[in-house]
């Protein structure tokens, strides 16, 4: 569905004007979108999470080490710095430099780079957030690694609907809430089939 291609290898820290569509090998990573969601669609409140969701966590870097992930300047911020062992790569519209992450103006330069930094075995770029960046790249997602937080929680900002003609359920494990989370989770995962 992505039209994206791997192509070889440039400065980890520059930062990228358009993509470079001269160097496409035929290899095509999987974008994955990686995120947490409650049953009212709510992922954030006020630039942060709105759960304590230590299972989540270990969830996340289960998915997402040693791959390039792709996010949203704000969620970046959230996080406050690089996630250690993948290549951070960041979407701004105003940040010139990041320390220790890569600046990119949109979603496909974005991209781009993700698919130039991928190494070893990998075959997937992550996009981890926030809800501008999810509504951008979902049409552009081959699978969707969502925990499901069940109830409703309080928040400003949203994933996108998951539309059931679009994306197909392949699994789901039901995690009930250990000592450091706040709610009870659904591990799921969907792929796309339309
Ligand atoms: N539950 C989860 O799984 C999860 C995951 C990630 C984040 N979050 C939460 O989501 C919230 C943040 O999400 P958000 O929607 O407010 O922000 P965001 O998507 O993280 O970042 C938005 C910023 O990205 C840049 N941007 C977006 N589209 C762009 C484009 N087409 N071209 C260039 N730059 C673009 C802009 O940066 P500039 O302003 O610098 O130009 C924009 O202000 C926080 O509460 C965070 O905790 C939740």
């Known amino acids: 569905m992505n039209p994206i291609r791997i192509s070889p290898r440039r400065s980890r820290f520059d930062r990228v004007t358009e993509p470079d569509l ?12 990686v995120a ?19 299972s989540d966590l270990r969830r996340f870097k289960a998915i997402t080490m040693g791959k390039p992930v792709v996010m949203g300047r704000k969620t970046f911020d959230s996080i406050g ?17 990041i320390d220790g992450a890569i600046v990119t ?21 992550c996009v981890i957030g926030g809800g501008e960046i999810y509504r951008q790249a979902l049409e552009r997602a081959d ?10 929680v309080d928040g400003d900002t949203v994933f996108p609907a998951i539309d059931p003609d679009v994306w197909t359920l392949e699994s789901e494990e039901r995690v009930c809430a250990g000592e450091r989370d706040s709610h009870d989770m659904r591990f799921a995962v969907y792929r796309r089939t339309a």
């Open 36 to 54: 947490a969601v409650a049953d009212n669609g709510v992922i954030g409140r006020d630039g942060d999470m709105p759960w304590q969701l230590s």
């Open 143 to 152: 699978r969707l690694e969502i925990t499901h937080v069940e109830g409703r």
């Open 105 to 125: 103006p949109g979603l496909d330069a974005a991209l781009e780079k993700a698919a130039s930094l991928i190494e070893g075995d990998t075959t997937e770029i």
């Open 81 to 97: 710095k690089p996630l250690p062992g993948r290549p951070n790569i960041v979407i701004s519209r105003s940040a010139a430099a």
């Open 22 to 33: 001269k160097t496409l090998s035929p290899k095509t990573p999987e974008i994955v979108i």
